[in-house]
């Protein structure tokens, strides 16, 4: 019996060595297990259900957890409502708080991040003045108060198609990567105030019930707001967008605030909405505002830079719309606005004495893919200057970066015509003495834009001299001149300081009055003084006192 004990004691040794170990971590994981379960309750509690998925790099789809469908949290229906609160969708926002924050938790996070998807989030999500290493993923649910303010992150945040009842604060927040609140209903106030987002800050589809504030905000590359619905004042002064900004079909129940907005490339605009004040005072477009199809009542590019086109209207798309029940001010404001190229249609531009143009340049007309017959050259001068007349204030700057754009597009004439255009609405502007003046200015010299007018003023008055000198004078009959020559005498007597002829000169010296009678004399001496006067005129014109700028 000895011998048989001795081998039984020795291969039981043998088994109990390995097990022993692997019991203790076995104990040791339930333990853990067990403290998880009271940390975040029992195992079918939804917090459980949300750690057990983000540890596993998945998805928390708390519609596996509820097992129903997935619920829209925008939905405002009595039978929506009531499956937003059943207990297996709550989700304490203190425990994703901690599992974002909290180092011995946050290190059992994969490199996935936490990503929840409809979810009813109770509680303040109040994460400031965090660090995250890992991206955050909120989609389909529903959320109160979300403080994200000075949380530095360095990678994508993400809360889409969801619905933020409370306050959304992320004042200085930075984001390396994207900042993503596509679809999300915001409730209450938004705050983006010097937050600085590297890459894109994307609010497609978005709804704002209230006030957004993102002064001094800086977006790294695009901007988009492409149907978001601002139903109150979005506040932007002072944003720089490395990129784009698109925020085609956007509607603006509130006044649009971007003053001195800064955009790298193009601001893709159409479609937009808004019956309030969009305001781009000193703004800077790196390449094209695009307003095509949009319906505005108040437009202000006051001061403003678009190195590219302004496009209010483009072939084959709707052009702008002015409304005229805007509330406020109504009209577009284009006071020292300087664009590259003017991409426009004869409806395009709101009525008289709401259109404001003092100090507007512009370098030509069509963009891109636009030949110079897209409609600007055929309406004619009457056309763009009663264009320049919905401006009820004159400034010569219209019609002198009208001239000037048409003039390099090759249309000589329109542009003199142009030009001409500006001196007759000047002129109605004039003072007394000033009007006076401006009309031989205009007669005589044509504003200095037509200065060859003098010339038949010159021939019409040699004309009527020589007339005179052949019917009446007693030294052209006796000496037989005939018609030509007192044609050249009078000119002779016109031009001023010139000496055509001596015999000209000589004929008109005549102290004891054999050739001319005293009348006579008279006549051709006013016809010297209109001489003077005329040339008075054309230097006037030539010299540049009325000339073509």
């Not at 090759?410 to 003495?433: C, I, S, T």
């Amino acid at each position: 019996m000895a011998p048989s004990v001795s081998r039984f004691s020795a291969l039981l040794n043998r088994l109990c060595v390995p097990v022993i170990p692997a019991a203790l971590v076995a104990l040791l994981a339930n333990a853990e297990s067990a403290m998880a379960r009271s940390r975040y309750g029992s195992p079918e509690a939804a917090e459980d259900f949300a750690w057990a998925r983000i540890k596993e790099g998945k998805a928390a789809d708390f519609k596996d957890l509820c097992d129903s469908p997935a619920l829209d949290p925008r939905a405002n229906d009595e039978d929506s409502e009531n499956k937003w609160h059943d207990d297996c969708r709550q989700l304490s926002a203190r425990f994703l708080v901690n599992v974002i924050t909290k180092k011995r938790l946050g290190d059992q996070v994969s490199f996935a991040g936490v990503r929840i998807i409809g979810a009813r989030i109770v509680g303040d999500f109040d994460i400031q003045n965090a660090k995250l290493e890992r991206a955050i993923f909120i989609a389909g649910s529903r959320i109160e108060n979300v403080k994200l303010e000075s949380v530095q992150t360095n990678s994508d945040f993400e809360l889409i198609r969801s619905r933020v009842s409370g306050i959304f604060v992320a004042k200085q927040f930075h984001g390396e990567l994207s900042l993503n609140l596509r679809g999300t209903e915001f409730q209450r106030e938004v705050n983006l105030e010097n937050a600085k987002v590297d890459v894109n800050l994307d609010m497609d589809d978005t709804v704002f019930d209230r006030e957004v504030k993102a002064d001094q905000m800086q977006v790294g590359s695009s901007f988009l707001m492409n149907n978001a619905k601002f139903k109150k004042e979005l506040i932007l002064p002072k944003v720089r967008v490395n990129g784009q900004v698109a925020a085609a079909k956007a509607e603006f129940g509130g006044r649009l605030d971007a003053q001195s907005l800064q955009v790298g490339t193009s601001a893709y605009m159409p479609s937009i909405a808004s019956e309030s004040e969009v305001n781009l005072v000193f703004a800077s477009i790196g390449t094209n505002l695009d307003l095509r199809n949009a319906k505005l009542a108040h437009l202000n590019l006051s001061g403003a830079t678009i190195s590219g086109d302004l496009r209010l209207a483009v072939q084959s798309y709707r052009n702008l719309v002015w409304c005229t029940r805007g509330r406020g001010t109504r009209g577009l404001y284009l006071r020292n606005t300087r664009i590259g190229n003017l991409m426009d249609a004869e409806d395009v531009w709101p009525e008289k004495g709401d259109l404001h143009l003092d100090g507007f340049a512009l370098s030509r007309f069509g963009g891109f893919g636009e030949n110079e017959d897209s409609g600007a050259f055929k309406r004619g001068v009457k056309w763009w200057d009663d264009w320049a007349r919905r401006d009820p204030n004159y400034s010569p700057s219209p019609y002198q970066q009208l001239a000037a754009a048409f003039a390099a597009s090759g249309h000589v004439e329109m542009a003199d015509q142009l030009r001409y255009a500006r001196y007759e609405r000047e002129q109605e502007n004039l003072g007394f003495m000033a009007w006076i003046w401006s009309w031989p200015l205009k007669w005589i010299a044509g504003f200095g834009i037509y200065p060859h007018r003098v010339l038949y003023w010159i021939a019409v008055i040699s004309l009527g001299g020589a007339a005179y000198l052949w019917a009446y004078s007693k030294g052209v009959r006796d000496a037989g001149h005939g018609v030509i020559w007192c044609f050249g005498a009078s000119l002779s007597k016109l031009l001023p300081v010139i000496d055509i002829n001596k015999e000209f000169k000589d004929f008109f010296d005549d102290p004891t009055r054999e050739k001319l009678t005293e009348f006579q004399t008279f006549v051709f001496s006013l016809i010297g003084l209109l001489g003077w006067f005329l040339a008075a005129i054309l230097v006037a014109a030539v010299s540049g006192i009325t000339g073509k700028s």
